[in-house]
């Protein structure tokens, strides 16, 4: 549940979605050319959960085998 309402929010469209188009080059937000710190530490808080909801169903798919 916190992957969908943490690594999501903003919702439309979410905002980790266009961090990492901006770290892979497409700059989805104009008028700055390159990630501040503050913008690196918004992408870890939003991965985390992402992170945590990977590391969760690998560990459950292992478990069960």
Do not use: E
Not at 6 to 29: D, R, S, T, V, Y
Not at 56 to 62: Q, R
């Amino acid at each position: 549940m916190a992957s969908l309402t943490l690594g999501l929010a903003p919702f439309n469209p979410p905002h980790i979605w266009g961090k990492i188009q901006w770290i892979l080059g497409g700059n989805a937000f104009s008028g700055k050319d390159a990630m501040q710190a503050q913008d690196w530490f918004d992408v870890v808080l939003h991965g985390t959960p992402w992170v945590f909801l990977i590391i969760s169903l690998v560990l459950n798919l292992i478990k069960k085998k």
